[in-house]
């Protein structure tokens, strides 16, 4: 009912930068939390950076404050992050996932409590 595809994945060496986005079809993400999470091989799925309904809230796991910065843009069902300072230990394929809900400043940091997510796409940090 919501699909959500990331692009903008790749390969960038250490130190650089890349750009994420997730797009959405329909109204979802105007009304929806957003988080971008990933996944490396042998480890669970963990949050990376959420940002509320409102936009003006935005949350990140501590490995990558400074670094990543998320935003949206509802009217355009987009979400995007951006990623700076890259370090080979943030390889990993990247999901975005949205939760309708009625919290203007609110996100989830479980996967569990996103009903709809993205394929992902693989985020390669080269040394």
């Known amino acids: 009912q919501v699909p959500l595809v990331e692009s903008g994945g790749g390969l960038v060496q250490a130190g650089g930068s890349m750009r994420l986005s997730c797009a959405a079809s329909?109204?979802?993400?105007?009304?929806?939390?957003v988080a971008w999470f990933h996944q490396a091989p042998g480890k669970e799925r963990e949050f990376v950076a959420g940002?509320?309904?409102?936009?003006?809230?935005?949350y990140y796991a501590d490995s990558v404050k400074g670094r990543f910065t998320i935003s949206r843009d509802n009217a355009k069902n987009t979400v995007s992050l951006q990623m700076n300072s890259l370090k080979p230990e943030d390889s990993a394929v990247y999901y975005c996932?949205?939760?309708?809900?009625?919290?203007?400043?609110?996100?989830?940091?479980?996967?569990?409590?996103?009903?709809?997510w993205g394929q992902g796409t693989q985020v390669t940090v080269s040394t």
């Open positions: 940002i509320s309904w409102s936009g003006t809230s935005t």
């Open positions: 996932a949205a939760a309708v809900t009625t919290s203007r400043g609110s996100i989830y940091y479980q996967p569990v409590d996103y009903p709809y």
């Open positions: 329909g109204r979802t993400l105007s009304r929806s939390a």
